[in-house]
């Protein structure tokens, strides 16, 4: 595994998008460029409105009518993936990456039963025979924690947390390379969270997946990821190792995260949030884009945008640092 | 008028259920899915007292029943029996004068605060309606004092929201201006449903905030419902941990976290995220209300329950007291009945056995 962790599989570079609302320009993604190693788990923390989903979507190419890449590349295993058209798209979509949308609770047809939700997916990418898509259905609900004799049922006989596996379930029937989950568990309670979370980091191990885990919820990613990058305002402020960013986050959108999130066990820790709001992203706020909710805030940093910094572990976008 | 209500004593009970039940009826086609039960105890038999200027959490998973006992107390799901006692007078949930009669005294904020405005009615608008429906404001002037009150109260600016439509809103606002007309009508008592669930982790804490002040300043009694302890912590001062429509454990706040006595306590407890470390809930736990067995003698949790042994299937436990305020309706960590106090040995192999799952 390690060896393998050292090829990227996606690859942005400087990756700009944006929307474009009434004639008014509306900056999604600000020049994004990193990649993500064949089997990791890497992470994607930011508030709403932050464009971790934009993100996402533009790896599958599903970016909206009413978006354009205005700069830079995404490739996926050396694939230019905005290039991409017609049965290769296809072909593509679901059986290289696939994607847990985020919400999953309503992601399944309720007048199917889930076996035959997940013989559609596959016989429409591949050719295989009954006794095979057989197989691979009860082989994947396995994967999942799911008992086999439940295919039959229809989502509304699943819980929650079960219907949330039978999505994973349906975006590794065409066993694609890379799965990019979005928001998972939100709205989900603690107990099923957990579960998910487990089965997700679970089919690393099995199968050697790759995941892109988008969340806003900073709690969760210790376990779960190897690597974090934090994004704020579409650009990305802070990106490492997990451990490291936790422990000792550099930027101060970072700190400000941490001290929002409640923690079991200790009440001396008072939560603190950030103030004010994120900001509207048609008029974006001048330098760095945080200035304005920034307790470190100085002269510099309303002037002139900082640039994302190779450190010795990860890189970080604050003046404060350089 | 708040000053009127310091002077009431403080701890006595300003809400309180008498054997509360809930059923609903489960209809023929989804039947087997829940093995074949007829009813769903959402709610049973609960006795639980809200003291005056406290704030309570009730925490517990998807289907646990707190919301629907939320929803009952504030009269928006009749109950099947039992009553509900508010300022020591019954509430008739069948009569209509009972019913504004509460509404003036006891609010609720909803979970989704995407959902919870009428997005063709204004701010100035929203805030106004309960305000003229309860008679506070009868002229136009009194009307905007207050409005522009209860904004600045949750920390907007009255100024750039009244004309605002809700979808010009951000979560965060949404959230705080329907704290702002839950309060409008100076209530007692503030229902707060999963006010955080749907909100980023940034703006929870100003909602929490929020909600401490408006109790520490206005002494307003807030029953808040979440489904993480770790939320519960933050804001309560007592604890109801419910499962399968009845409660498993009821203490204080800083007794329920370090404590737990109730197993199923502790698998909250294990499945909350930590900042740093893993979480340990028990491997084999599928948490699910659907496995709970309505007709069935023995504890709710018996089914889900690592624990469970034969004393369990015999009869319902009942809430023993452990500790001040503190109770636990569990056989096997309380030994119930001889009245002798559990071991804390005892209850370390008990959390020792969650972390380890076997």
């Given amino acids: 595994m390690s060896k393998l962790r050292n090829q990227p599989l996606v690859e942005f570079d400087n990756l700009t998008v944006s929307y474009f609302i009434n004639k008014q320009e509306l900056r999604a993604l600000n020049r994004i460029s990193f990649h993500v190693f064949k089997g990791e788990i890497i992470g994607i923390v930011g508030e709403s409105g932050c464009g971790k989903t934009t993100l996402g979507i533009s790896l599958l190419k599903m970016l909206p009518e009413n978006s354009r890449i205005l700069e830079g590349t995404i490739k996926v295993d050396s694939v230019d993936v905005p290039s991409l058209k017609g049965e290769y798209l296809r072909k593509y979509r679901w059986s290289k990456v696939a994607m847990i949308f985020q919400s999953a609770m309503n992601a399944l047809d309720p007048v199917k039963t889930i076996q035959s939700q997940m013989i559609e997916t596959i016989l429409q990418h591949s050719k295989a025979s009954k006794e095979e898509v057989m197989n691979r259905i009860v082989t994947l609900l396995d994967i999942v924690g799911i008992n086999p004799s439940r295919a039959t049922s229809y989502p509304h006989e699943l819980s929650g947390g079960m219907k949330q596996r039978v999505v994973i379930a349906m975006a590794l029937c065409l066993q694609p390379d890379l799965i990019i989950a979005d928001e998972p568990t939100t709205a989900v309670d603690v107990v099923y969270q957990a579960s998910i979370l487990r089965t997700l980091k679970a089919l690393r191990e099995k199968l050697g997946l790759t995941i892109i885990l988008i969340s806003h919820d900073i709690s969760i990613m210790w376990e779960m990821t190897d690597r974090l990058a934090v994004m704020y305002a579409g650009k990305l402020v802070e990106i490492g190792k997990t451990q490291n960013i936790i422990l000792n986050p550099q930027h101060p959108y970072t700190k400000a995260l941490l001290n929002a999130v409640p923690v079991i066990g200790q009440d001396q820790k008072k939560i603190v949030g950030i103030p004010g709001s994120p900001p509207n992203l048609s008029s974006p706020p001048s330098g760095c884009r945080f200035h304005p909710r920034c307790a470190y805030a100085f002269e510099k940093c309303p002037t002139s945008d900082p640039p994302l910094q190779e450190r010795k572990e990860g890189a970080v976008a604050c003046w404060l640092i350089s | 008028m708040l000053a009127d209500k310091l002077e009431k004593p403080l701890y006595e009970p300003v809400i309180e259920t008498q054997n509360l039940t809930v059923r609903f009826p489960v209809s023929n086609r989804i039947k087997l899915a829940y093995g074949g039960q007829k009813f769903i105890h959402a709610v049973n038999q609960i006795n639980l007292e809200v003291e005056r200027g406290e704030i309570v959490s009730i925490v517990g998973e998807s289907g646990s029943g707190k919301t629907t006992l939320s ?28 019913l504004k009669k509460l509404w003036k005294k006891l609010q609720m904020i909803f979970q989704d605060p995407y959902s919870t405005f009428n997005p063709l009615t204004s701010v100035f608008e929203s805030i106004a309606i309960p305000l003229r429906k309860f008679g506070i404001s009868t002229n136009d002037a009194d009307l905007q004092h207050k409005i522009k009150e209860n904004i600045e109260r949750v920390g907007l600016s009255y100024q750039e929201l009244q004309n605002e439509y809700p979808n010009r809103l951000s979560g965060g606002q949404k959230q705080r201006l329907s704290i702002a007309r839950a309060l409008a009508v100076e209530p007692e008592v503030l229902i707060a449903d999963e006010p955080v669930s749907m909100l980023d982790v940034s703006l929870r804490s100003g909602i929490l905030d929020l909600l401490g002040d408006l109790n520490a300043k206005n002494g307003v009694t807030i029953i808040f ?33 370090h404590s737990p006595l ?3 306590t502790q698998i909250l407890m294990s499945a909350s995220p930590k900042l740093t470390g893993e979480t340990d809930l028990p491997k084999n736990y599928e948490g699910s209300v659907r496995k709970v067995k309505f007709d069935f003698e023995g504890c709710r949790f018996y089914t889900n329950c690592p624990l469970g042994n034969d004393l369990c299937t015999q009869k319902r436990p009942f809430l023993e007291k452990v500790g001040e305020n503190h109770y636990v309706a569990c056989a096997v960590t309380c030994c119930q009945g001889d009245g002798s106090k559990p071991n804390l040995s005892d209850l370390f192999k008990v959390y020792k056995f969650y972390k380890t799952g076997s």
């Fill in chain 2, 71 to 98: 929803r009952t107390i504030a009269g928006l799901v009749k109950p099947t029996s039992g009553t509900v006692k508010v300022d020591g007078e019954i509430v008739d949930y069948r009569k209509s004068k009972d």
């Fill in chain 2, 225 to 257: 419902i979440t489904h993480d302890l770790a939320v519960a912590q933050c804001i309560s001062n007592r604890i109801v941990v419910m499962f399968g429509g009845e409660i498993m454990e009821i203490g204080p706040a800083r007794e329920v976290i």
């Fill in chain 2, 262 to 264: 109730h197993p199923y």
